[in-house]
């Protein structure tokens, strides 16, 4: 075993390309969330200019078949993932009592994954044409008899690496959650983002399996010629849809529990007052992710699936409403009688109810197969789904980053700045959308690049689109207060709102290494809470002082994920798509495929042989606040 002086330790960016802390990978899928954040606004915000009068040629039928398939794409994988995968790295070891995760190693390599996994799907920009297939990538729409160029390769394998990040990450916080509890701290005690957390990377065990046999049959039949959705040779293009939906409507949840986690928090904190009816909290929560998977045909009313299955698919989907009609309940009911606060991140929480709750209703609408005729591929069903996802979820994750963002990083955001940007972001969000429900009911179909004038679509478009830019200033707001932030000197209280209620805020923020100088006992629900009851300034620790042990920092995880990289690129280009002869040689036989797998396969073997088992540091190396000397 090492002992903390002789182990090798980086500075700069070998530090953050090395790191095995989750602290630190948080950041990183922060960062790595954002740039993906910013690309896929930019490609709505041109969206929205080319829509925002009729018979626009801002840009070409083509260039808009591939801004609405990158920007789907690119805001559902790359996007809000990984802002989710950042906040549950940050928080959820804290708030069970934890040092780590169980596999600190794999959190690093599913970080790398996904990231390199998301630029080769946007390199497509750059070599040969982006996917414009929709973010659905329907078949036969897909196939090389219709999507001649390299896009849909980029898509199918850039999301298989990058999901292969998202698998990883989720078995790796189930195994943190089930295993690396503090004393006391049973299942019915953990906090309500943990539940979220720990249900969603169930979610995610059974729900991307799903989706990468979906592009591995895929990448099949584009780069070697198989048959699996082809008609014309015993192929069913209707399975393609099946196998997404599978995945796509888990994944709504996958999503959205983690936002619903974070307004149960963020609520609770700011009304002063438990969370209502936790335990129907935690059930509503198992039953949302169990009916998730049983409703993912609502998808396909049209495809002419019967009257049976298209009756049974609309009944699950209703009752999907229950367990969330009782979240919203217990919200409220957590608020009524309580002492609250609207700081920003109350405002994104409390706005996140009434918006999400919307979204909801049009679901149930949808949900009626007979209606859904009619309401199928129209502008209503963007408006739903935006509903949910950024009414939702991001405005969920905007109140999570101002709840902790102090316990991330040791400095508050600005207040001031963060009621701006909460206003001019739910003002745009509800101009850009609201209007949307009634172009779709009005009849303006979904996927189109432009439109006749006098339909009614003209007026509606327009007040669309400067919504839409409305909440781009609401975000560049964010990113002004940040930079501001990130110049002030770190200082925060452990407990900066004064009310926290979980382990998160019984240490330093922002944390030191190793999270707890020693493990806390749990006694409750609420346990920092409970013990601010009882008149305890501090948590009664479980375990004397002793020496704490840390994983190592790795090159390993940034290197395999090179390798896969370079891989899917030789994967999808054979010699035929170069004319000169050293390109041909190079690319030829798969070589490119071979070096990148060698490269992955041969950081594994290093990694089997060579594993130092980490480091300790010990108590006489803290000084009296629990901090490395």
């Known amino acids: 075993m090492a002992h903390a002086h002789s182990v090798k330790r980086y500075k700069g960016l070998m530090d953050w390309l090395t790191t095995v802390d989750h602290k630190k990978i948080a950041v990183l899928y922060l960062i790595a969330g954002a740039f993906f954040f910013g690309i896929g606004g930019i490609e709505a915000l041109l969206i929205r200019i080319q829509l925002y009068k009729p018979m626009n040629n801002f840009v070409t039928a083509q260039q808009f078949n591939e801004l609405i398939t990158m920007h789907g794409t690119t805001m559902i994988f790359l996007g809000v993932m990984p802002v989710i995968f950042a906040l549950m790295n940050a928080v959820i070891p804290l708030q069970i009592g934890a040092r780590d995760v169980a ?142 939906w599978i995945f796509g409507h888990p994944e709504v949840y996958i999503l959205i529990l ?72 217990n919200w409220l009911f957590t608020m009524w009688g309580g002492q609250i606060r609207f700081t920003t991140a109350n405002l994104f929480a409390v706005g996140f109810i009434p918006t999400f709750v919307m979204g909801g209703v049009t679901g149930v609408m949808l949900a009626s197969a007979p209606a859904d005729y009619q309401y199928h591929d129209t502008y209503f069903v963007v408006a739903h789904f935006h509903y949910v996802i950024v009414g939702g979820l991001v405005l969920g994750l905007f109140a999570g980053l101002h709840y902790w963002w102090p316990k991330m990083f040791g400095r508050l955001l600005n207040e001031k700045l963060g009621k701006l940007e909460f206003w001019t972001f739910i003002i745009g969000f509800q101009m850009t959308f609201f209007v949307q429900h009634f172009l779709g009911l009005i009849g303006m179909q979904r996927r189109v690049f432009t439109y006749l004038p006098n339909q009614g679509f003209d007026l509606m478009n327009l007040i669309s689109t400067i919504g839409a830019f409305l909440m781009g200033v609401g975000v560049i707001v964010l990113l002004i207060n940040i930079g501001i932030t990130a110049r002030k000197p770190k200082g925060v209280a452990n407990d900066p709102w004064e009310d926290g209620r979980t382990l998160e805020w019984t240490i330093s923020s922002p944390p030191p290494e190793y999270n707890f100088k020693q493990i806390p006992l749990v006694r409750g629900l609420d346990a920092f809470w409970k013990e601010k009851m009882a008149g305890n300034k501090e948590m009664t620790p479980a375990e004397p002082v002793g020496s704490i042990h840390m994983p190592s920092p790795t090159i390993l995880p940034f290197i395999m994920s090179v390798g896969l990289f370079i891989a899917g690129l030789g994967f999808m280009f054979t010699s035929d798509d170069f004319g000169n002869s050293f390109m041909n040689f190079i690319f030829n036989n798969y070589i490119v495929t071979g070096l990148g797998l060698a490269i992955t396969l041969g950081s594994m073997l290093v990694r089997s042989l060579y594993d130092d088992h980490g480091w300790h540091i010990e108590p006489s190396e803290l000084n009296e606040k629990g901090v490395k000397a």
């Open 103 to 244: 596999f600190p190693f794999l959190n690093s390599l599913g970080f790398w994954t996904f990231l390199f996994g998301g630029l080769l799907l946007n390199l497509s920009w750059f070599i040969g044409g982006a996917p414009d297939v929709g973010w659905t990538a329907y078949t036969p729409l897909s196939s090389t008899t219709y999507s001649l160029t390299h896009g849909v390769d980029f898509y199918t394998i850039g999301l298989q690496i990058a999901g292969l990040g998202t698998l990883i990450g989720g078995i790796n916080f189930l195994a943190t959650i089930i295993t690396m509890r503090a004393p006391g701290m049973t299942y019915m005690r953990m906090p309500l983002f943990t539940w979220t957390t720990f249900v969603t990377s169930a979610m995610i065990l059974f729900a991307f399996p799903a989706v990468t046999v979906g592009l591995v049959l895929l990448t099949f039949d584009r780069i070697l010629g198989a048959n699996f959705f082809d008609v014309g040779a015993g192929g069913n293009p209707v399975l393609w849809q099946h196998i997404f």
């Open 258 to 329: 983690p936002a619903f986690g974070i307004i149960s928090e963020v609520v609770s904190t700011f009304s002063r007052k438990r969370l209502f009816g936790y335990s129907s909290m935690v059930f509503a929560t198992i039953l949302i992710a169990f009916l998730g998977f049983m409703v993912w045909a609502h998808h396909m009313f049209t495809t002419g699936l019967g009257p049976v299955a298209n009756a049974l698919f609309s009944i699950a989907t209703m009752l999907i409403a229950v367990p969330t009609g009782i979240k919203i309940f």
